[in-house]
Structure formats: structure tokens, C-alpha cells
């Protein structure tokens, strides 16, 4: 979706994919979430236009010259992943056991999407809730991936 008031990507909208087959909506808003939805979003109908006064305006439209992408057109999918993140953090206050405090813990969380393609590979991960698109496969001991296709 791209801001016509600012003239830049609005980085907390779905990004939408036209595959063969259907249109795939992908949104990372929150920490850990991941939206995914087939032919939902109907880019023919005009997006709203909203005046906040105190917080400016907004008008926004859809396209589909998104440059981080255009080298994928007529691309065919070989691959999808799910990619996890590792998230670390340590116990700083303890009401009942001193002892734990500043013990760490390590979870993996839902981190984006990524695709192999004919033409290369490229990823929609959170970008601390917003949709960061990379055109290349991040090979970080932070990250995982867990193949689906």
C-alpha cells in the first residue's frame, strides 16, 4: 500500500503477492503473529482517505511496483519456509526467589515467510511489527527455518 501523502510505502499494510493461481496477503503487525490470507483484499476498491487535523492526513492506494520485488515476476514458487526467531531475555526481578534472578531464557518465535523461487529467494519478516521484505536468505545462528514446501 503505498502513502500518497508521504510518497513511501506504508510499511504496517499487508503486502499482497499475485500468484498464479491466487493473490496471498501477508501481514506481520505484532510480535510473533502472522497474517496470511488468500484473495481477501480487493485492489480495485478505493482505499479511504482520512484528515486527523492534530495527526495529519491520510490517503493511501495499492501497487504493484514494489522494487524490492520486481526482479521476481513470472517467478515460479520451489520453496516456502516458515522462519523462527530466537528470542532471548533474562529474569531481572524475583518476587519469591532471589536466586533466578538474572538466569536467561531462549524461545523461538514466528518471525515471517519466505520464498525459493526460480528467480531467487526473498522473505517478508517482522520488522518490529511492520512487513520487511529481504531478497536474500539471512543466514544468522538467531534465525530458523522450518521448510513447508
Request: glycine letters at 6%; one cysteine or more.
Amino acid at each position: 500500500m503505498w502513502n500518497k501523502v508521504d510518497e513511501e510505502w506504508n510499511e504496517d499494510s499487508p503486502i499482497l503477492l499475485e500468484l498464479t493461481s491466487c493473490q496471498l496477503e501477508v501481514c506481520n503487525y505484532k510480535l510473533e503473529e502472522l497474517a496470511l490470507s488468500m484473495n481477501s483484499i480487493d485492489r480495485t476498491q478505493e482505499l479511504e482517505k482520512y484528515d486527523f487535523e492534530e495527526y495529519g492526513k491520510f490517503e493511501y492506494e495499492w501497487r504493484k511496483d514494489r522494487k524490492e520485488l520486481l526482479g521476481f515476476r513470472q517467478a515460479e514458487i520451489v520453496g516456502i519456509e516458515i522462519i523462527e526467531q530466537r528470542l532471548e531475555s533474562t529474569l531481572i526481578a524475583s518476587k519469591s526467589i532471589s536466586e533466578e534472578v538474572g538466569q536467561r531464557a531462549s524461545n523461538w518465535i514466528l518471525n515471517g515467510i519466505g520464498f525459493a523461487t526460480s528467480k531467487g529467494y526473498f522473505s517478508i519478516c517482522n520488522g518490529l511489527d511492520t512487513n520487511q521484505i529481504c531478497t536474500y536468505k539471512e543466514d544468522e545462528e538467531c534465525l530458523r527455518s522450518i521448510q513447508v514446501f
